[in-house]
T-cell receptor, first 112, second 112 residues
Framework: DVKVTQSSRYLVKRTGEKVFLECVQDMDHENMFWYRQDPGLGLRLIYFSYDVKMKEKGDIPEGYSVSREKKERFSLILESASTNQTSMYLC???????????FGPGTRLLVL | GENVEQHPSTLSVQEGDSAVIKCTYSDSASNYFPWYKQELGKRPQLIIDIRSNVGEKKDQRIAVTLNKTAKHFSLHITETQPEDSAVYFCAASKWGGNDMRFGAGTRLTVKP
């Protein structure tokens, strides 16, 4: 079974704080993704990575950055959290040869 | 890039009835169309997928149909049960899946 884990289920931060969201997968997947999920907007892609140290912007990268120093770990960074970044953040991974994405349990972030 | 629209946003059916969720996509080069189910408080999980070389695929009470000409695909759930209640997401991508885009989701409620 593919296991994708995220460092926190719930997180409360203050405006202006630097926030790190961590995602780890144990299936040696090449691709990793960060989405945010908001009611009525579905899953919107923030960033993805297809290899270590490689990253590509998704549809809503503004205000976010990512880091992939090891194949199994993909971090989402909010350099200076703002209230409009309050959301559910989902990480996913997939192999390089199959499209199926496996999701983590999500991190619900509240920025006050 | 790809744009996926999904309808309806909410759907309520009686137990035992059928449910149909429809999606349209914009990129004619897309060739992979998965459906994910997200139960309350849980991660999205793949329930069925279809590729562009197939018009229909069935798995027990769930089926997906694809019309490449019209660029739309649909999820059909027959003999609905309360445990089918969830949010369903459609998605579309080209080979490899790095460009996968999701619809906004449909909240299905099955009333006993």
């Amino acid at each position: 079974d593919v296991k994708v884990t995220q460092s926190s289920r719930y997180l409360v931060k203050r405006t202006g704080e630097k926030v790190f969201l961590e995602c780890v997968q144990d299936m040696d997947h090449e691709n990793m993704f960060w989405y945010r999920q908001d009611p009525g907007l579905g899953l919107r892609l923030i960033y993805f990575s297809y290899d270590v140290k490689m990253k590509e912007k998704g549809d809503i990268p503004e205000g976010y950055s990512v880091s992939r120093e090891k194949k199994e770990r993909f971090s989402l960074i909010l350099e200076s959290a703002s209230t409009n970044q309050t959301s559910m953040y989902l990480c996913a991974s997939s192999t390089g040869s199959e499209e199926t994405q496996y999701f983590g349990p999500g991190t619900r972030l509240l920025v006050l | 890039g790809e744009n996926v629209e999904q309808h309806p946003s909410t759907l309520s059916v009686q137990e035992g009835d059928s449910a149909v969720i429809k999606c349209t996509y914009s990129d004619s080069a897309s060739n992979y169309f998965p459906w994910y189910k997200q139960e309350l408080g849980k991660r999205p999980q793949l329930i069925i997928d279809i590729r562009s070389n197939v018009g229909e695929k069935k798995d027990q009470r769930i089926a997906v149909t694809l019309n490449k000409t019209a660029k739309h695909f649909s999820l059909h759930i027959t003999e609905t049960q309360p445990e089918d209640s969830a949010v369903y997401f459609c998605a579309a991508s080209k080979w490899g899946g790095n460009d996968m885009r999701f619809g906004a989701g449909t909240r299905l409620t099955v009333k006993p």
